[in-house]
C-alpha cells in the first residue's frame, strides 16, 4: 500500500475528518507513519467572475489519495451545481500534482430529475 491520505472537499470536511479519527485508532493506521489526515490540505477559490481554483497545500506525489465528497446533501448548504464543479478541479488538481491512486468517496449520489428512464435517455447520475 502506498502512503494514503484522506482529505475531502468543503461538502464533506467533517464527515472525513471523523472517518481519519476512527482509522486512527486502529493499529495498522496509526503505526503508519505515512497515513496522513490531509482533510485540510485542500483550498477552493472562488474569484469575483465565478472562477474556481483548487490547490492542494502538500505533496501527493505517489500517494493514495481518499477523496470524500457529496454533490447532494451537504452541511455546508453547497449546490449540485458548483459542488459537482468542485470536485472536478479537484480531482484535476490530484491528477496534475502526482497522485498514484485517487478514490473518490461519495455517500450520497445526486440524481437529477431523469431518474426515471427509458431506452433512449439518461438516467443522471
Known amino acids: 500500500m502506498n502512503n494514503l491520505v484522506i482529505t475531502a472537499t468543503r461538502s464533506m470536511k467533517s464527515y472525513a475528518i471523523g472517518v ?3 482509522l486512527a485508532k486502529f ?3 496509526s503505526a503508519m507513519p505515512e497515513f496522513t489526515n490531509g ?3 485542500l483550498s477552493s477559490d472562488r474569484f469575483a467572475d ?3 481554483e483548487v490547490s492542494i497545500g502538500e505533496s501527493v506525489r505517489g500517494k493514495d489519495v481518499v ?3 457529496s ?3 451537504n452541511d455546508a448548504g453547497i449546490g449540485v451545481d458548483e459542488a459537482k464543479i468542485e470536485l472536478y478541479h479537484t480531482i484535476d488538481a490530484l ?3 502526482q497522485a498514484e491512486n485517487i478514490i473518490v468517496f461519495e455517500p450520497f449520489i445526486s440524481c437529477s430529475r431523469s431518474d426515471r428512464t427509458t431506452r433512449r435517455n439518461s438516467v443522471g447520475l
Open 50 to 52: 465565478g472562477e474556481m
Open 67 to 69: 477523496l470524500f465528497t
Open 71 to 73: 454533490c447532494s446533501r
Open 39 to 41: 482533510v485540510g490540505i
Open 27 to 29: 493499529p495498522r493506521f
Open 95 to 97: 491528477k496534475r500534482s
Open 20 to 22: 481519519a479519527e476512527c
